[in-house]
């Protein structure tokens, strides 16, 4: 996991892509999850999670069994609950775009001679 910052300033929105496609030509699968916390200056504060094999760590069962055996051990939180984690994902509609659209693409093919304006 990498703190990725906040995407409220843009150096850190354009970092957040470069690092996630980083992380994809590894070999990672790569997402970026935000937390509002109101003692950051930005208001919330971000991580980008890659994960060799998401199915076995980021699925609702084992979020679930992990927070139980936190709460089992004694070692609970008043903040912290399964809702949160995966509502954690969830981004505004120009962060999530601007991230997840600033993938690698290819460059657009030179326009023929004959169209250029």
């Known amino acids: 996991m990498i703190q990725a910052e906040s995407y409220n ?22 997402r970026y999850g935000s937390i509002m916390t109101s003692s950051y200056p930005t208001g919330q504060i971000g991580f980008l999670l890659s994960e060799k094999d998401p199915a076995s760590s ?28 995966r509502s954690s994902f969830d981004l505004p509609l120009w962060v999530h775009d601007s991230i997840y659209n600033n993938a690698k693409k290819e460059e657009p093919a030179a326009a023929p001679k004959d169209q250029e304006l």
């Not at 609970?76 to 984690?85: E, K, V």
């Open 9 to 30: 300033i843009p150096t850190s929105l354009d970092s957040i892509s470069t690092w996630r496609q980083r992380m994809i030509d590894c070999g990672f699968a790569s």
């Open 58 to 85: 980021s699925n609702d069962t084992g979020i679930v069994q992990r927070y139980e055996q936190i709460v089992n051990d004694g070692k609970g939180t008043s903040y912290y609950h399964p809702p949160l984690q």
